[in-house]
């Protein structure tokens, strides 16, 4: 069972495709901040995980 996971989001400044690798393992919900790979600015990430599925991604400005 892979414990890493892979997915996309919508940086909420620049509006480019970043991926981010997920550890599942690291338990049911998640938030930790995120660099923007095209424009470098931070986006707040939070997950939630049911099982091994990230069941709901949410993104925003890190100062919002």
Known sequence: MPLEHYKDFSCPYCGETNEISVDISAGPTQEFVVDC???????????????????SIEVQREND
């Open 37 to 55: 790979e095209v424009c470098c600015a931070p986006s707040l990430v939070r997950l939630k995980i049911r099982g091994e599925a990230v069941v």
